[in-house]
């Protein structure tokens, strides 16, 4: 009796572990409109703090705890989305854009802030205005399109770099 009950024991250890275990997840997100891969892309295990973030070509690998968890997919101007893992091991996500959040949303150089939280001026320019026949530079392509930045040139070469404030 003593010698059937070691050897059941013996015999669940391993299986207890691996059923207590999780299991990887991988996958590539992409945009919808073409296709192309959506790099720093969040993906959380929903309810959990565990996540993990696309690399440069979109992909990513997380571990899930279980068969009935939910990842949650978010990027700034993406609609969220959740999708069920249940038997997939590799889950391809085309996220779709939020074009109303868009709006909402200004990059600054510092960060990121919303319209309504920033305080001073904001000035837009094309890229279509900048003239990048006389230079190669972004800094003196900017020179004398937005009021109030100042670019000056480090020294007289034109491989130099700029001062932008």
């Not at 979109?58 to 893992?85: H, R």
């Not at 868009?102 to 510092?110: A, I, K, M, T």
């Not at 320019?125 to 109030?148: C, D, H, K, P, W």
Request: glycine residues 10%; aromatic residues 4%.
């Amino acid at each position: 009796m003593k010698r059937m009950l070691l050897v059941l024991l013996v015999i669940s250890v391993p299986v207890v572990s691996l059923w207590a275990q999780g299991r990887t997840v991988q996958g590539n997100v992409t945009a919808q409109d073409d296709k192309s891969p959506l790099p720093g892309v969040n993906v959380v295990v929903k309810g959990t703090t565990q996540g993990a973030i696309t690399d440069a070509t979109g992909a990513f690998s997380i571990e899930v705890p279980s068969e009935n968890s939910i990842l949650t997919f978010s990027f700034i101007g993406y609609t969220q989305q959740d999708v069920m893992v249940g038997s997939q091991s590799m889950i391809n996500v085309s996220m779709l854009p939020d074009i109303t959040s868009l709006d909402e949303v200004v990059v600054v150089g510092y960060g990121s802030s919303s319209k309504k939280a920033l305080t001073g001026a904001v000035e837009k320019i094309n890229v279509e205005n900048l003239n990048f026949n006389t230079s190669q530079n972004i800094g003196v392509g900017l020179q004398g399109r937005a009021a109030g930045v100042q670019v000056t040139q480090n020294s007289g070469s034109p491989e130099s770099g700029v001062n932008i404030r």
